[in-house]
């Protein structure tokens, strides 16, 4: 008999005296939270309590103020600064305000933000569903950060100030920004994705809002932007540089003609 109920029920042991001890699989616990990969640890989450539209208009509203606000003071102190020029100085005023409010606010909160309900804290819950990293005190993330913080905020602060200003450092100034915001988010997306590769693991959640428009989305205009403006800036520089090769050529030959004038005169009073 209890050779016939083992063959049906696999779990079962038998013993001497009949039907032994039957052994209940045990599930992994539930998680907690909706991040990914699964069994990522994000102690003391707690869901948001804003809805994902407010907490977009509430970024959008004080993010275009800000922007709106700078580029009147812009057009008050330089008249002449071109429709161009004005939007180079917007773009580098939002990243400033980008990196050194809502990425700072980042760097000194990590460990606090999947539990806080403020309005910064609630912003990174919702866009960690596309990069769980940013609520498991990842040290890259934490590391990248933390420079784009405290050099690449007021960096971008330093070139919208050049760009009103019209002044020539602009260019040198934009091609640094420029560079470091490609860097940035080539390592962001390689760390990402290498790891991925490896282990299979995903940070982000599988749904297309998440992947494309959160994580690929949110990101791109730090490529498609800085590769343009470190472009135009390039093409800047190279004419510049090579009108200055051309004045200077000028001037040298003018300088010969004086120097061979010169000599020649004491001749001619001989």
Same mark, same amino acid.
């Given at each position: 008999?209890?050779e016939?109920?083992?063959?049906?029920?696999p779990?079962a042991?038998?013993t001497?005296g009949?039907?032994?001890?039957?052994e209940?699989?045990?599930?992994?616990?539930?998680?907690?939270?909706?991040?990914?990969?699964?069994?990522?640890?994000?102690?003391? =989450?707690?869901?948001?309590?804003?809805?994902?539209?407010?907490?977009?208009?509430?970024? !959008?509203?004080?993010?275009?103020?800000?922007?709106?606000?700078?580029?009147?003071?812009?057009?008050?102190?330089?008249? !002449?600064l071109t429709?161009?020029?004005?939007?180079?100085?917007?773009?580098?005023?939002? *990243?400033?305000?980008?990196?050194?409010?809502?990425?700072?606010?980042?760097?000194l *909160?990590?460990?606090?933000?999947?539990?806080?309900?403020?309005?910064?804290?609630?912003?990174?819950?919702?866009?960690?569903?596309s990069?769980?990293?940013?609520l498991?005190?990842?040290? =890259?993330?934490?590391?990248?950060?933390s420079i784009?913080? +405290?050099?690449?905020?007021?960096?971008?602060?330093?070139?919208?100030?050049?760009?009103?200003?019209s002044s020539?450092?602009?260019?040198?100034?934009?091609?640094?920004?420029?560079?470091?915001?490609?860097? !940035?988010?080539?390592?962001?997306y390689?760390?990402?994705q290498?790891? =991925?590769y490896?282990? !299979?693991?995903?940070?982000?959640?599988?749904?297309?809002?998440?992947?494309?428009?959160y994580?690929?989305? +949110? *990101?791109?205009?730090?490529?498609?932007?800085?590769?343009?403006?470190?472009?135009?800036?390039?093409?800047?520089?190279?004419?510049a540089?090579?009108?200055?090769?051309?004045?200077?050529?000028?001037?040298?030959?003018?300088r010969?003609?004086?120097?061979? *004038?010169?000599?020649?005169?004491?001749?001619k009073?001989r």
């Amino acid at each position: 008999m209890s050779e016939w109920w083992s063959a049906w029920w696999p779990v079962a042991t038998t013993t001497t005296g009949g039907l032994g001890k039957v052994e209940i699989p045990v599930m992994p616990p539930e998680p907690t939270h909706p991040y990914h990969p699964l069994g990522v640890r994000i102690p003391a =989450f707690e869901e948001n309590a804003a809805p994902v539209p407010v907490l977009l208009a509430a970024l !959008g509203g004080t993010l275009g103020f800000a922007v709106l606000s700078a580029a009147l003071v812009a057009r008050r102190y330089n008249p !002449g600064l071109t429709a161009s020029g004005l939007a180079v100085f917007c773009w580098f005023v939002m *990243n400033a305000c980008l990196h050194c409010v809502f990425e700072g606010y980042f760097v000194l *909160n990590h460990e606090t933000l999947a539990s806080s309900q403020t309005l910064l804290a609630q912003l990174w819950k919702e866009y960690a569903l596309s990069d769980s990293r940013y609520l498991s005190s990842d040290v =890259f993330m934490l590391s990248v950060e933390s420079i784009t913080v +405290f050099f690449w905020g007021p960096l971008c602060l330093a070139n919208a100030i050049a760009t009103a200003r019209s002044s020539p450092s602009r260019y040198a100034l934009r091609i640094i920004a420029c560079v470091a915001h490609l860097y !940035g988010v080539t390592l962001y997306y390689a760390t990402s994705q290498c790891e =991925f590769y490896f282990t !299979g693991q995903s940070h982000s959640r599988p749904e297309f809002i998440y992947f494309w428009v959160y994580y690929v989305g +949110f *990101n791109l205009p730090w490529v498609v932007v800085p590769f343009f403006l470190l472009l135009d800036s390039a093409k800047s520089v190279t004419r510049a540089m090579r009108a200055l090769d051309k004045a200077d050529a000028t001037l040298s030959k003018h300088r010969l003609r004086l120097n061979g *004038n010169v000599e020649l005169e004491p001749k001619k009073t001989r």
